[in-house]
């Protein structure tokens, strides 16, 4: 029998549900994730990269796991230079193999993200690619992901949604909601924007302790002043 060769990984993260659970599916399957790696965009409309990863230094820390952090002006096509350099950080640093990304249906990310690996010689893993959107929200809580929704952005979806726990019931509920107004109900399509305050990656979990709840015109957000690992 073969045996398996065990990889050391970089994971994109962007402190949501999709890039930590790829991270931990990769993990389980045997590999090593050497480092967690993110990007501060200044661009809140960026192709690529969440607006706001400020937890993500609390999602490393409580996991344990060396987070390599790049700034980026968030300029579209341009902003990819940081990403590289940021992936070449960690191939310098921790001899990497590949990266993960929770890409679920971006082809812009998938072909971009693809296409740095190819130039830095290594691999690219996207372990949800085309995985069903439900069966991926049903996953993440059959794995004990605890998560909220920290921005929205669709019809359907307001202020009502923010800070609350994905469960079961909200899963129900965005499938209610795709119903009548059709939406990616794993919020791929920048329906919503999701934080995870616990998972198995993680040896403590995060608790918001302070935010405020912000507005403008459709899209509703989580302005989060304190957060701590508990």
Avoid at 35 to 45: A, Q
Wanted: net charge positive; aromatic share 8%; glycine share 6%.
């Amino acid at each position: 029998m073969t045996k398996m060769i065990k990889m050391k990984l970089a994971s994109l993260i962007s402190s949501g549900k999709d890039s930590l659970f790829a991270a931990y599916l990769e993990k389980q399957k045997g590999n090593e994730i050497k480092c967690f790696i993110t990007i501060e965009s200044e661009n809140p409309y960026s192709y690529m990269f969440h607006p706001d990863v400020s937890l993500v230094k609390l999602q490393a820390k409580s996991s344990g796991i060396p987070l390599i952090t790049e700034k980026t002006k968030g300029k579209k096509e341009e902003e990819l230079k940081d990403l590289k350099k940021a992936i070449e950080k960690a191939k310098e640093k921790y001899k990497i193999d590949g990266i993960t990304t929770g890409a679920l249906f971006s082809n812009y990310q998938a072909t971009r993200i693809n296409k740095i690996c190819e130039e830095l010689g290594i691999k690219c893993i996207s372990p949800l690619w085309h995985m069903d959107q439900e069966k991926e929200l049903r996953s993440l809580l059959e794995n004990y992901f605890e998560f909220i929704l920290v921005k929205v952005a669709a019809e359907g979806l307001d202020k009502k949604w923010l800070g609350k726990v994905i469960d079961e019931k909200m899963i129900d509920k965005l499938k209610i909601v795709n119903e009548d107004t059709p939406i990616n109900i794993a919020g791929e399509g920048g329906e919503y924007e999701s934080l995870v305050l616990n998972c198995p990656l993680f040896k403590k979990r995060i608790e918001l302790k302070k935010f405020d709840v912000k507005e403008d015109g459709r899209v509703a957000w989580l302005d989060i002043k304190k957060a701590k690992i508990v």
